[in-house]
C-alpha cells in the first residue's frame, strides 16, 4: 500500500510554500500566494528578476520545467546553472562579479541529487546510480580543461534543477574523487526490488534509508524503522539524517525537532549539515534552504493556535503526564487551564462543550446542537459550571453548520461548527482574552498513533453519577481497531480513546468537548471531539468520539484557510 504515497501526499509529509494541502495531495499555490516578507530576489532562466524563490517554485510547480538560475536581481546576460559534461562528471556555474566559474561536484552526495541531475538533462526517471570517479580517470577527456575544485550539493529529491538544491563547502579536489552519475534505463528484465509510483525501479536496499532515490520519495514512506542513519517519524516516513534539529519541522509531529534529539556530537552529525551562512561565492546571495525554513516560519506565524497563554494560568499546573481517572472522576482543570474549551448553553442549560478552533469559530458534536442559533451561547473561559469568572465570555452564535450527511441514530458524521456573531463593526467575536486560545485544527490521520497519550474535558457526570460542578480533565490513550468492540455500530470516521480497563473516559455532559493530543514540538490539535460510548468507564467499551482530521476539508470549505491549521497552508 504504500507505494501509493509520494512526495506530494500531504497525509505523511509537508508541502513546500510554493504548495498547499487540498484532499492529500500538495497542489501549486498561484505565485501571488507566496510569502512577500524577508525574501531574496532570484533570477529565472528567462533573465527575469522574481521577488521571491516561493514565486519562482510556483511557476515552475504549475509549468513542470525548471525556471530557477541563481539568487541576486542582476539578471540581465547572466546566468547560472549545472550541466553535464562528456563523462559524465556534473559541473556547477555559479555567477560571481567576475563572471561564471565552474566547480566540479564532490563525491559525496547521493542519489538524490543524483535524480535531480538526471531529470534536469531529460531523463525523467532520475538516476540509476550516484557515485564517484577518481581525477586520474579522466586523462581520456583532457581535451577539457576540469576545475581543481569542488563543492557539496545537497537536494530534498523534490527539485526540478541542482541549481534548487543547497550548494555549499567549495574545497580543493585533494582526494581525487568527484561525483559521478549513470542516468536510469528501465531493465529489460522483469525483476525489481521496489517499484516507486512513477514506475522507477530502485533495490529494496535503497528504501527507508532518508534519501529520496526514487525521485517521487515513494521508497520513504511506511517503513517501519530506517537505514544508514536515517530518522524515522512516528507516521512511518524516513527522512535525510541532516533534518535532525534543523530548524525546520519535517515530521508531521515534529519529533525530529524535539529537544530530545538535541545533542549531536562527531560520530552523528551528517555529513550534510550546513547552515545558512554556507554559500559558493559572497556574490550569490540567497540559499534554497533557508529561503524554504524563512517562508515556512511566515506561514506558519500567520496563525496561531495550539500554544496555550502560560501567563494566564495563575496556579501552577497539575501535571498533564499524570494518568488519572476518568473524567467521571477526575481532577479538577485550573481555572484558565484548558484555554480552547467552551461551554455550548441551550436556553440556558449547558449539556456539552466544544473547542474554539480560532476567528469565531468552535467545532462541537451534531448531536449536542439544531439550526436554531438564537437558543444558544457560547462560555469562554468557564471554570465553574452556573457561575462566569472575571475572563469568562459569553458570545451569542450567528450561524450552525451540521455535517450534510449526519445520522442521528448510528452519530455518524457527529461534528458542527458554530459561528459566532461579530461585535458591531468589527471582524471579531470577542476582544483579546488572555485567557482563551485557539487549539489547532488536524489535516493528516496520520499526526498521531494508537498509544498517544492525550486530553478530554467537560463538565460531565461525576463518579456519584452527578454533573460536575467545575471543568474535569483526564488523559487518555488512543485505541487502535475500535471496531472490534463496537462492531457494525463503528462507522467511517470515528475513533476510541481511553484504555481497555475502562479506568479513563469521557461520559454524558461531556459531549462536544475536545480530545486534545499535543506532539512533539509542544503544538496542540484537535484531535477529537466527544461524541458517544457504550455506558461510563466500563471495561472494554472505550469512548468513541469523532476524528477531527477526517473533516479536515469539510471545515476548510466551511471556515476558510486562516482558521483551519497551523501548517501546510
Known amino acids: 500500500d504504500f507505494a501509493w504515497f509520494t512526495h506530494k501526499s500531504c497525509g505523511l509529509v509537508f508541502c513546500r510554500p510554493w504548495e498547499r494541502c487540498i484532499d492529500g495531495r500538495c497542489e501549486c499555490k498561484p505565485p501571488y500566494m507566496c510569502p512577500t516578507e524577508n525574501v531574496t530576489a532570484v533570477c529565472g532562466r528567462d533573465h527575469k528578476t522574481y521577488r521571491s524563490y516561493c514565486q519562482l517554485m510556483a511557476l515552475s510547480c504549475r509549468t513542470k520545467k525548471p525556471v530557477m538560475s541563481h539568487f541576486g536581481d542582476n539578471c540581465k546576460g547572466l546566468l547560472s546553472k549545472l550541466h553535464l559534461v562528456p563523462c559524465y562528471i556534473f559541473c556547477v556555474t555559479v555567477v560571481s562579479s ?7 561536484v564532490c ?3 547521493d542519489m538524490a541529487a543524483a535524480n535531480v541531475a538526471c531529470k534536469e538533462h531529460g531523463n525523467p526517471l532520475g538516476a540509476a546510480k550516484a557515485g564517484y570517479v577518481q581525477d586520474d580517470s579522466l586523462t581520456t577527456n583532457r581535451d577539457k580543461n576540469f576545475p581543481s575544485t569542488c563543492v557539496s550539493i ?3 529529491g523534490y527539485e526540478t534543477s541542482l541549481a534548487e538544491c543547497v550548494i555549499f563547502g ?3 579536489i585533494s582526494s581525487g574523487k568527484v561525483a559521478k552519475v549513470s542516468c536510469y534505463n528501465a531493465p529489460t528484465d522483469n525483476e525489481c526490488g521496489f517499484q516507486c509510483v512513477n514506475s522507477k525501479c530502485v533495490s529494496l536496499n535503497q528504501t527507508c534509508d532518508g534519501v529520496d532515490d526514487c525521485g517521487d520519495r515513494s521508497d520513504e514512506m511506511c517503513c517501519k524503522k530506517c537505514r544508514n542513519k536515517g530518522f524515522h517519524c512516528k507516521m512511518g516516513v524516513c527522512v535525510h539524517n541532516s533534518a535532525v534539529r534543523d530548524g525546520v519541522v519535517d515530521c508531521l509531529d515534529g519529533e525530529d525537532e524535539s529537544s530530545k534529539h538535541s545533542s549531536m556530537d562527531k560520530n552523528t552529525t551528517p555529513k550534510h549539515r550546513y547552515t545558512c551562512k554556507h554559500h559558493v561565492h559572497r556574490s550569490v546571495s540567497g540559499n534554497c534552504y533557508c529561503e524554504i525554513k524563512t517562508n515556512r516560519k511566515f506561514l506558519e506565524s500567520k496563525l496561531q493556535c495550539g500554544i496555550p497563554n502560560k501567563d494566564a494560568i495563575p496556579v501552577q499546573d497539575r501535571g498533564r503526564t499524570i494518568r488519572v481517572k476518568r473524567v467521571v472522576g477526575g481532577l479538577p ?3 484558565t487551564q484548558i484555554q480552547w ?5 441551550e436556553h440556558k442549560k449547558i449539556d456539552c462543550g466544544g473547542a474554539y478552533i480560532g476567528g469565531c469559530w468552535v467545532l462541537t458534536a451534531a448531536h449536542c446542537v439544531r439550526p436554531n442559533p438564537s437558543a444558544f451561547m457560547v462560555k469562554f473561559s468557564l471554570w465553574k459550571k452556573f457561575r462566569a469568572q472575571n475572563t469568562t465570555d459569553i458570545v451569542p452564535v450567528e450561524e450552525i453548520r451540521i455535517h450534510p450527511r449526519y445520522n442521528a441514530s448510528t452519530y455518524e458524521n457527529d461534528i458542527a461548527l458554530v459561528k459566532l456573531e461579530k461585535l458591531p463593526y468589527t471582524d471579531i467575536c470577542f476582544k483579546d482574552n488572555p485567557a482563551i486560545r485557539a487549539v489547532c485544527v488536524p489535516w493528516s490521520t496520520h499526526l498521531f498513533q494508537p498509544g498517544h497519550t492525550c486530553s478530554i474535558s467537560g463538565w460531565g457526570r461525576n463518579k ?8 474535569l480533565w483526564a488523559n487518555v490513550s488512543l485505541i487502535d481497531n475500535c471496531q472490534q468492540f463496537y462492531n457494525d455500530r463503528f462507522k467511517p470516521g470515528m475513533m476510541c480513546a481511553g484504555d481497555l480497563e475502562g479506568s479513563v473516559d469521557s461520559c454524558q455532559g461531556d459531549s462536544g468537548g475536545p480530545l486534545v493530543c499535543e506532539d512533539e514540538v509542544g503544538v496542540s490539535y484537535l484531535w477529537g471531539i466527544v461524541s458517544w460510548g457504550e455506558r461510563c468507564g466500563q471495561p472494554g467499551f472505550p469512548g ?15 471556515t476558510g484557510w486562516p482558521a483551519v491549521t497551523k501548517f501546510n497552508l
Open 98 to 104: 567576475e563572471g561564471g566559474k565552474e566547480l566540479l
Open 107 to 109: 563525491e559525496d552526495w
Open 154 to 156: 545537497h537536494c530534498q
Open 170 to 172: 567549495e574545497k580543493n
Open 333 to 335: 482543570a485550573e481555572p
Open 341 to 345: 474549551q467552551v461551554a455550548l448553553e
Open 464 to 471: 456519584e453519577g452527578k454533573a460536575a460542578q467545575v471543568l
Open 544 to 558: 468513541v468520539y469523532t476524528q477531527v482530521a477526517h473533516y479536515f476539508e469539510w471545515i476548510r470549505l466551511h
